[in-house]
Structures are given as structure tokens and as C-alpha cells.
């Protein structure tokens, strides 16, 4: 009888049973130098199997939003697969249809509609496809740092090499400078970043586009903000140009930025297309692709089928998170311990040189580290020391960016201001504890 069936699944056992049985591609995204086994969840904290509690401020990539084990969502959950576990497109369920009338509701009033797929990649792909059938162009703008996915597709339209398997890349993805407000090539402002997206699709596409893939505030490529301005003055030279704005919200939605529902909110621009995932579901799998009727209707012509789009169990899920983001307040306390997050974080920064910026909104906040503040030479060593430093103090975060020198703090939506006075004083004595 194997291990799982007698119990003996020891830590140890499960690393090398995972090296065994699991593909080797997994080894390229981990996290810890020391695997962390985790057993249980609930709100923001996990533990893991030798029972140590972790305040969770990546909240598995940002997929947990309203908190682990919430009992709205799991009985919702529950319910469904007790009454049916799949309906299939092919037929009809009204979790779908409850589902979307409901988020479309925190939409501008447009007549949208949504394709509900598993994950954010899918989504992309599903986004990237209807903006070239609906415009009749090809190539698709998305900029430096993006992450939008490692699928074949989505993988090309991200602009991070590690994220790349040296393969030529899927045709038709342009990249444009970055409007990184930090270590951008034009420095600080918004004008040379959007001039620059009118440059590149005058030199290096036909000069008409699909469309152009722009985070609110990029997440794994260094939790980077789109400043304000750029969004709406990038859609205008993008729509010049015969393309569509496709906003990637997979890690700003679902209040996390506590500036709005969605991130595009603060930028004074309605996208086109809106795609989203992770904390959509707290954790089920499930995105979905938010987009004008008639922009969906260009994918009408042909048939199009995914199996497991519109699962009824994830879009109870996907109700019970929206129920309880509006029923606990939960944008509102992004807002509220989010400030108290960053200025804790601020606080600890004017006391150590190796944070260089302190950056993002809400619960979406990230920490650069460098060598050299002047220079602002990444420091991925450091980054990596204060990460390894967190987790021996009960903290969990997250290692990012084109440098791997950011650390993404980005904690469950119901983190209260006790967890932010942790989160401060672990981070504090970290960065005591690496100085001497």
C-alpha cells in the first residue's frame, strides 16, 4: 500500500515524491530554499505540517481573497456538488447565469457580456483571440515586465525572459517600454511611455493593432503602478490604431487595490475587454473574459468549447465571494489595512537602506531591495535573505520582478491591523537581523 494510504507521508517523503512523480517544470517555481508543506487554512493564515502558523501575504499568488476555509463560500460550494458537480455549456444551469448578472453589475453601464473559463492564462488566450477576429488585425501591444501567463500563447505576451522556454515565440505579441515609474527608460512622467506606444506601432507593426494587454499595477513582474494618465491617453493611441484595450485585472480585481472594485477604476478609462481570475474564486479554479457584445459576437462564426467553463461549483464559489467582499466591507478594509501595511513598510525603509521603493495601493504592495539607493542596483540576494528571514518569523510573501528583487505583500482581503503591525515588526527584525 502506498504512503498517502498508511499515513507516511512525511516531509521529506512528499519533496522526493514530488521530484518523482511530478513533472520537473514545477522546480522552476518554488519558493523556499526549504520546502514548506502546508496543511491547513483559515482567513489569513495558513499552517504548515509541523504546525507553525503563517500570516499568508501572498495569499497563493493572490488567489485566496475573502480568506481560507470561509464558510459562506464552502457551503456554497457544498451545496452545489451536493445537488450536481458539472453542467457542460452544452446544456443550461443557472449558477452561470446568477453569477454573471452579478459581476457584470460592477461594471460601467455597457451591455457586456462574460466568458467564464478555469484561469487567467485561458482568459488572455480568449481575450488575445476575439480582439484580432473583432478588429481584423494581428499584432497585440503589451509592455516590459508584463506577466499575463507561461502558456505557449500567453507566455509571448509576457514581458519577463524567465518566464520564456527558449522556443521562437508566438507570432504577433509587440512589446513597449514600460511606464515604470522607478526604473523606467524615460524616468518619471507619462508622455514618453504613451509617444513610445505611437513609435512602435509606426515601426514595428503594420500600423494598425488588435489591441494592447496593460495591467493596472503589474504583479509577478514587480508590483509596478500604472501611473495616473497612462491608461486612458494609451487607449486613445491604441483605438487611434484600430485596437481594442484589454485590461488584465486577474491580480488588481475584487477590491484589492481599495481604490475600486476593479483597477482600471482608478485610471479614468473604461476598457474594452476585461479579464480576470484568482480572487474571483477564493481559491477554485475559475477567470472569466469580460467584453462588449458585439466584440464576443466576432467569435460566434465558429464554434468554441471548454469543458469545464461555467462549472456550477466554481460560480457558486464566484457568488459567495462577491456576497461576502460586499457583506464584510472587504474593499474598504483593503484600503484601511493596506495604508497600514505601507506605512509600516515605509517606516522600516527609512531605517534600512536596502529597500530602495515602497510601492503599489490597497493590498497590493511590493518592496524593492537594491545595493545601492543612488544607483538603484537590484539586490535579488537580499530580497531572497528578507524573504527566507520572514518565514523563520511567521510571515509568507512573495519574490518578483524582471531582477527577482521585489517582494509582493499582497495578504488575503481580511487582514486587520494587528496582522499589519506583525507583518511590520517581522520585517523590522529581519532587516536587523541581516545588517549585523
Not at 514595428?204 to 503602478?225: F, K, L, S, W
Not at 479614468?268 to 477567470?287: C, E, R, Y
Not at 497600514?340 to 515605509?346: H, N, P, T, V
Request: glycine share 10%.
Amino acid at each position: 500500500m502506498d504512503a498517502y494510504h498508511t499515513g507516511e507521508w512525511s516531509n521529506d517523503a512528499i519533496a522526493s515524491g514530488r521530484q518523482k512523480y511530478l513533472s520537473p517544470s514545477l522546480a522552476t517555481f518554488t519558493a523556499y530554499q526549504r520546502p514548506l508543506v502546508l496543511k491547513r487554512g483559515e482567513g489569513q493564515y495558513v499552517w504548515d505540517s509541523e504546525g507553525n502558523r503563517y500570516l499568508d501575504c501572498l495569499a497563493q499568488n493572490l488567489c485566496i481573497s475573502v480568506g481560507y476555509a470561509h464558510k459562506a463560500v464552502n457551503e456554497a460550494v457544498m451545496a452545489q456538488m451536493a445537488q450536481i458537480q458539472h453542467v457542460t455549456t452544452m446544456y443550461y444551469h443557472d449558477k452561470p447565469v446568477a453569477f454573471a448578472e452579478r459581476l457584470l453589475g460592477k461594471f460601467p453601464e455597457e451591455d457586456w457580456v462574460i466568458h467564464f473559463v478555469n484561469s487567467g492564462a485561458e482568459a488572455i488566450d480568449i481575450a488575445t483571440l476575439v480582439a484580432r477576429l473583432y478588429t481584423g488585425n494581428h499584432d497585440i501591444l503589451t509592455l516590459r515586465s508584463a506577466y499575463h501567463g507561461m502558456h505557449f500563447g500567453t507566455m509571448s505576451a509576457t514581458g519577463l525572459a524567465l518566464c520564456h522556454q527558449p522556443l521562437p515565440a508566438s507570432p504577433g505579441f509587440v512589446q513597449v517600454a514600460n511606464p515604470d515609474q522607478y526604473r523606467g527608460i524615460f524616468g518619471k512622467g507619462v508622455e514618453p511611455y504613451v509617444a513610445e506606444i505611437a513609435n512602435t506601432v509606426d515601426t514595428a507593426t503594420p500600423g494598425r493593432i488588435a489591441g494592447m494587454i496593460i495591467e493596472p499595477i503589474q504583479g509577478y513582474g514587480g508590483v509596478i503602478p500604472m501611473p495616473a494618465g497612462y491608461m486612458k491617453h494609451a487607449a486613445q493611441t491604441v483605438r487611434a490604431a484600430g485596437g481594442l484595450l484589454i485590461a488584465d485585472e486577474v491580480q488588481t480585481g475584487f477590491g484589492r487595490t481599495g481604490k475600486g472594485f476593479w483597477g482600471f477604476e482608478a485610471h479614468d478609462v473604461t476598457p474594452d475587454i476585461v479579464v480576470m481570475s484568482k480572487g474571483i474564486g477564493n481559491g477554485f479554479p475559475l477567470a472569466a473574459t469580460v467584453m462588449r457584445r458585439d466584440i464576443a459576437a466576432s467569435m460566434a462564426e465558429r464554434k468554441f468549447f471548454n469543458t469545464y467553463g461555467s462549472n456550477p461549483m466554481a460560480c457558486a464559489a464566484g457568488l459567495a465571494v462577491l456576497d461576502v467582499i460586499e457583506s464584510e466591507g472587504l474593499q474598504d478594509n483593503a484600503a484601511r489595512v493596506g495604508a497600514l501595511f505601507e506605512a509600516g513598510m515605509r517606516r522600516v525603509a527609512e531605517k534600512y537602506a536596502a529597500i530602495g521603493d515602497v510601492r503599489g495601493s490597497g493590498l497590493m504592495l511590493g518592496l524593492e531591495f537594491v545595493s545601492d539607493r543612488a544607483e538603484k542596483a537590484p539586490d535579488d540576494a537580499k530580497a531572497d535573505a528578507v524573504q527566507e528571514g520572514l518565514r523563520e518569523r511567521g510571515v509568507i510573501v512573495g519574490r518578483s520582478g524582471r531582477f527577482k528583487n521585489v517582494l509582493r505583500i499582497n495578504p488575503p482581503l481580511c487582514v486587520d491591523e494587528n496582522d499589519a503591525a506583525f507583518f511590520e515588526n517581522a520585517l523590522d527584525d529581519t532587516l536587523t537581523s541581516l545588517t549585523h
